[in-house]
């Protein structure tokens, strides 16, 4: 990333002679080298060997064999190859595979068609439970107003010796979320509960999930009352983070300290994760004293903070103008081992740059790199609209040099305060350029670019008119 440049550096030496610290950060601790931050250099992927009786190529191969859905067509193919291709294995994976290729273009009930024509036809094939949930996947992503196809399917399994059980839940519950069918998700559910067997908990933590997207506070508390009365399903402790989690997203605090009691009565300890989704509620509100209470209530229950939860405050008393607290969280979790990352910066950043401090942000974005932290386009899109603020917009210049430089994108608030600066001082070709970059760098759509653009400059006209601006 692109280091910054001399005359900005003059800048942050007058800032920094001003203060009584240089750093941020306690004394004992600057001589400390921050550990690898995983956060900042991205793994390589693993690659782990799978055991398969399937070259790649020959998988493609099957993924891209029907190019129909004609029924017909189909099961002249299949014939082809079972009795002129012997260099496939005809094994199940093989027949399961050839399964789900068709079944990506066909309908359900073609599907089931040609599984059971490749079983009268190639009587060494026996289908397995798999089998089935292949067809199961697909009967609840069809576009069936009711669960007609997915009976279909899962009587079939009985016919050939397969009761449905928790897996075949699971399949079934996650393809109908996926295809938007909620409601029908908590239909099956319940089916499954009466009929087969209760969904384990990870099934019924992810359609609660997606009841939480899709559904009322009301219904979600009724589907889980009903779970636990009629089929002894009981929420556990990932069930009420979910939850908590969905109330803070719609700004239903209350409901989460409710939550949080009912939690506690059912014998749960409430963990980091817990804590750290209530403050972050809180912190969105701008309500630094409440997550601040958080904080303390947590230590109080002897659930030791972790990096977000420091994060948090940071970003939630510099939101909210506090930032000399959220300096002193910072000495607190730099004592404590836990070292400041671009999400901690950059919360900090953004605290001095509403209370007008500018360059002290800017200070604080030599520290980083000093430190071995990497800035990314938050980081620069703040300081951008921070300095522009300010009406330093020579180091802004100097500023958005290192973003392009670096490839970074414009946030939109940094872009349209700096369009608008640049032409409030007449620069208006230069306020062209950084739109031309916004669009190339694909920060914003052509429109928002150019919607911003023309109404800065619609505003500049009128103010000179005003005499607002010489």
């Known amino acids: 990333m692109g280091k910054v440049p001399p005359s900005l550096r003059s800048a942050i030496a007058t800032t920094l002679m001003k203060k009584q610290s240089s ?128 009976h279909q399917t899962l009587n079939l399994m009985l016919n050939h010796g ?48 997606h009841l939480c997207k899709a559904r009322s506070l009301s219904l979600i508390d009724d589907f889980i009352e009903e779970m636990r009365d009629n089929f002894d399903l009981k929420p556990d402790l990932v069930t009420y983070t979910i939850l908590i989690d969905n109330v803070c997203n719609m700004k239903n605090l209350r409901e989460a300290t409710r939550l949080v009691k009912v939690l506690k009565k059912e014998g749960f300890k409430p963990d980091c994760f817990v804590y750290n989704t209530i403050m972050k509620g809180y912190c969105m509100l701008s309500n630094g004293s409440e997550a601040i209470g958080v904080y303390n209530e947590m230590k109080e229950e002897g659930v030791e903070p972790d990096l977000v939860t420091y994060n948090t405050l940071i970003f939630g008393l510099s939101k909210s103008g506090r930032v000399k607290e959220a300096k002193k969280i910072l000495r607190v979790m730099t004592e404590k081992g836990h070292f400041p990352d671009t999400v901690t910066y950059t919360s900090l950043m953004n605290g001095l740059c509403r209370e007008g401090d500018a360059l002290g942000a800017l200070a604080l974005l030599e520290e980083m790199e000093v430190r071995g ?48 600066a640049l032409c409030r001082e007449g620069r208006i070709a230069e306020a062209y350029e950084v739109f031309d970059y916004a669009v190339e760098s694909k920060s914003l759509t052509d429109v928002a670019a150019y919607s911003t653009l023309e109404s800065t400059l619609k505003w500049v006209k009128k103010a000179k008119e005003q005499g607002n601006i010489i």
């Open 162 to 209: 397969f009761a449905p059980d928790k897996v075949t839940a699971d399949i079934a519950i996650r393809s109908l979320c996926s295809a938007g069918r909620v409601d029908q998700a908590v239909e099956l559910v319940k089916e499954f509960s009466s009929k087969h067997s209760v969904p384990d908990t990870y099934t019924y933590n992810f359609i609660i999930k």
């Open 373 to 420: 932290c990497s800035p990314n386009s938050c980081t620069y899109s703040t300081l951008l609209h921070g300095l522009c603020k300010a009406r330093l917009l020579e180091k802004a210049k100097e500023l958005y040099g290192v973003m392009k430089a670096g490839d970074m994108k414009l946030e939109t608030a940094a872009y349209a305060t700096f369009v608008r």
């Open 23 to 150: 750093s941020l950060i306690p004394k004992e601790s600057t001589t400390t080298t921050p550990p690898h931050n995983p956060q900042h250099f991205p793994r390589k992927p693993t690659t782990r060997k799978t055991k398969s009786h399937d070259s790649p190529q020959t998988q493609t191969q099957i993924q891209t064999l029907f190019k129909s859905p004609n029924l017909s067509d189909a099961k002249k193919l299949f014939n082809s190859i079972i009795s002129t291709n012997p260099k496939f294995p005809l094994d199940l994976r093989f027949h399961n595979s050839l399964l789900q290729s068709y079944s990506s273009i066909s309908t359900v009930q073609d599907s089931i068609s040609l599984l059971n024509h490749m079983i009268k036809s190639h009587p060494s094939f026996s289908p397995d439970r798999s089998t089935f949930h292949i067809l199961l996947s697909q009967s609840c992503k069809a576009p069936d107003p009711s669960l007609s196809s997915v």
